[in-house]
């Protein structure tokens, strides 16, 4: 067994390409590094999730603008006062009231 762990940097590298052999024979032995890979992982995978909420939370620069001007039109629809009513946390009527709007006439 080789006695070096290799560092934090080696096994994010080898996470990413599995092409370094001695790590390939090294963590299969290695509880230590083993759980550190474990970690790494979880970093990466919260990481890549972050980045996609904070993307999907995001809004285009100029969706402020064309909400004000179309605000009625965008929000009618269910699907979007759902999308919306889950966004801040709030029920349905919650929301309706916050964003001031008519009735649903359906
Ligand atoms: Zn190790």
Known sequence: MISRHPSKKVLGQWLADH???SVDQHVAT???CS???DDLATAET???LQAALASALEPPTDLV???EA???ERLDSRRVFGYMADLFGAGLETTRLLLDLPEDES
Do not use: F, K
């Open 35 to 37: 759980v550190a890979l």
């Open 46 to 48: 919260d990481g890549l």
């Open 30 to 32: 290695c509880q230590r």
């Open 70 to 72: 179309r605000v009625v």
């Open 65 to 67: 603008p064309r909400l």
């Open 19 to 21: 092409a370094t052999p």
